[in-house]
């Protein structure tokens, strides 16, 4: 169980800070609810307490954590699948684990990928998707502004850029 003032992730959504613990009635269900505050685009969610174990709601990480996933961004492409659809699935399963380290990955496989070869509009979409999820949790944990979280990623990646 979280509280208020928690900071926590929501997979395929990103991190953010539990503002309150509320109940409301949502389509006839009275339901407990964590009402969580995104730091991009400053949003709100609703998380049913009910389903925080099944979607895979963790605390953040800590900062030292954070250096390590800047090591996986500077880090070469893995190795992903040619099909396209095996990529799309991949990429998808890894932001929904939550695990930071994997949506790392899968924002520097398709940086990398786009230099190369431009990415689709579905690739694209999960880049940014990834790359918010990512960013929310850099700026919680790291206290920084999205625009100094942002050139932190960018300059990790190109960091892997300049050497190929």
Do not use: C
């Amino acid at each position: 169980m979280y509280s208020v003032g928690d900071l926590i992730v929501y997979p395929m959504h990103g991190a953010g800070v539990i503002e309150a613990i509320e109940e409301k009635e949502v389509l006839g269900v009275l339901r407990k609810y964590y009402i969580m505050r995104l730091p991009l685009d400053d949003m709100m969610v609703m998380i049913p307490l009910s389903s925080v174990e099944d979607i895979g709601i963790r605390r953040v990480v800590q900062p030292d954590i954070i250096k390590e996933v800047i090591v996986v961004l500077a880090e070469d492409e893995t190795s992903v699948s040619q099909n396209w659809n095996r990529r799309y699935r991949g990429n998808i399963d890894k932001i929904k684990s939550g695990n930071i380290f994997e949506v790392a990955e899968v924002v520097r496989n398709l940086i990398l990928r786009d230099r190369d070869k431009s990415l689709s509009t579905g690739e694209r979409k999960i880049l940014n998707n990834a790359r918010q999820v990512l960013l929310s949790e850099i700026i919680l944990v790291d206290n920084m502004l999205e625009d100094d979280a942002k050139k932190l990623i960018e300059d990790s990646v190109r960091g892997n850029l300049m050497k190929g």
